[in-house]
């Protein structure tokens, strides 16, 4: 077996112990909002009486409850909150908003080929529309569209770049930097060769993505309740209801927005896995230091590693670092116990500097972790339930920053009636394959990211678990 550049490179083991002196263990970018931007908003008491009624008030559940409310005015949206809105992993991710529904072309073209265009064409148009949506609304959620840089850290992925780049022949936005030209560009000693995709790719602050949605609806006439969990989903004559201990809403249609927690639905209960991750926020960079890096065109960065890390700066001058590890916990449990992992966490801080050795002496101001609601897909998957009166989303599997706007709208298409080229994909119209219950879930995924870390380890090669998952069009992905 090989060794990866943060191996053969590591961080001394002071400027690692260093770094995460007094680092504070929380989201920054929920610490960052402004009170202004997180008002305390009350739980449902009592009955109340909707048009639809959404469970969960993270970007799916606001997406959706904007979405409802800029296609019919009049109609009564009701949002219900088990904690606080963006609270979760709305408020905890890495701020990449791609243009992918698909986690990729390949996995894409893999998966529907007959499709892979249209859903390339329809991810790109759902960019643009939360682009002039962020605009026309006046959303304060500093949207940069920069593009997203991919390079290469290891020898065996200059192939994969080879191809890539074949692939993109003729597409002024996809641009190939060698290795003199992206270091030029980010000054990284591990960097061999990138590729840029500048157009497919923004950066968000999460959890003011999260509030400024939250404010639009409800300058539009949604009512959020916080802190009511819905404990069950009952089928009435008129419709639906959702019940907390505290009230009950009543409406024609609801949408499930809970993403990684258990499903109101028996049917999706084995749909999708936690799977937590972890990321670290440094202190604010000096202007000597950013001369230091370069970094001046602003991508997110994401390298090509199965165990990929993804990074990119902040307005305020900091950079998020998060990624590599992404761990499974047995009994599919969402437990705040799982986010304290100080070793993941110091092997993050030594990959960061041995792609940066020039930051040394920095400090992370911040560390946290969240859990992600993966499928078998790798992507959303949707579809009704109760007579087509309840419509669901889920699995978003870390591509939810973007992707919950669309699905947005396919849950929309899918209670209103309207047959859509949205609503006629079989990405939409079929269900991925579930996972299988405990043991088997734990055993599998836990066998299949051994195997993702040899791949790594060993010039990107495959072992057979890898090339039968891949035929069949299942996986596991950090």
């Not at 083991?13 to 009350?42: C, E, M, Q, Y």
């Not at 060698?178 to 999460?206: F, I, Q």
């Not at 992707?403 to 609503?423: H, I, N, P």
């Not at 990405?427 to 579930?434: K, S």
Request: include cysteine; charged fraction near 25%; aromatic fraction near 8%.
């Amino acid at each position: 077996m090989g060794t990866t550049v943060f191996e053969r490179m590591p961080a001394p083991a002071s400027v690692v112990s260093h770094s995460l002196t007094g680092t504070r263990t929380g989201s920054f970018w929920i610490d960052d909002l402004p009170a202004a931007l997180r008002p305390d908003r009350p739980p449902l008491r009592g009955e109340h009486g909707a048009d639809l009624v959404i469970v969960g008030a993270g970007y799916t559940g606001l997406w959706t409850a904007l979405l409802a409310k800029l296609r019919d005015p009049d109609r009564r949206v009701v949002v219900v909150e088990a904690n606080r809105t963006g609270w979760a992993a709305s408020g905890r991710n890495g701020g990449f908003c791609e243009a992918s529904l698909t986690h990729g072309h390949e996995n894409g073209a893999r998966r529907w080929p007959d499709e892979i265009d249209t859903l390339e064409r329809l991810g790109l148009e759902n960019l643009d529309a939360i682009e002039s949506t962020v605009e026309e609304l006046g959303l304060d959620v500093q949207f940069e569209r920069t593009g997203q840089l991919a390079p290469a850290v290891e020898p065996h992925q200059l192939a994969w770049l080879d191809e890539w780049r074949e692939e993109a022949a003729g597409d002024p936005d996809v641009v190939y930097l060698d290795e003199a030209s992206v270091r030029a560009s980010v000054a990284s000693p591990t960097y061999l060769a990138a590729m840029w995709e500048k157009n497919t790719c923004a950066l968000v602050h999460p959890a003011r993505l999260a509030a400024e949605l939250a404010r639009a609806a409800e300058e539009r006439g949604v009512v959020i309740f916080e802190r009511s969990r819905v404990k069950a989903l009952e089928t009435t004559s008129t419709g639906v209801s959702v019940v907390t201990d505290g009230g009950r809403v009543d409406a024609l249609h609801a949408v499930l927005a809970t993403n990684v927690f258990p499903s109101l639905l028996r049917r999706n209960r084995l749909m999708t896995v936690p799977v937590y991750d972890y990321a670290l926020m440094t202190e604010p960079l000096s202007p000597e230091q950013w001369d230091a890096i370069g970094w001046r065109d602003r991508q997110g960065i994401g390298d090509m590693a199965n165990q990929f890390h993804y990074y990119r700066p902040s307005q305020d001058g900091r950079i998020l670092f998060g990624g590599y590890d992404a761990l499974y916990h047995y009994g599919r449990r969402v437990d705040p116990r799982y986010e304290d992992r100080p070793d993941v966490w110091e092997k993050l801080a030594s990959h960061f500097f041995t792609t940066f050795p020039q930051l040394e002496g920095l400090r992370f101001s911040h560390q946290w972790a969240g859990a992600i609601d993966s499928s078998t897909q790798f992507t959303a998957f949707f579809g009704t339930a109760r007579g087509g009166r309840v419509a669901y989303a889920a699995g978003f599997t870390g591509l939810g920053v973007g992707s919950t706007r669309f699905a947005g709208d396919v849950m929309l298409d899918l209670l209103d009636g309207v047959d859509s080229e949205r609503t006629s994909l079989k990405m939409v119209r079929t269900r991925p394959l579930p996972f299988p219950p405990e043991p088997a879930a734990a055993l599998g995924i836990q066998a299949t990211r051994w195997s993702m870390d040899r791949a790594d380890h060993n010039g990107g090669r495959r072992n057979l678990l890898l090339k039968t998952l891949d035929a069949l069009g299942l996986g596991f992905d950090s």
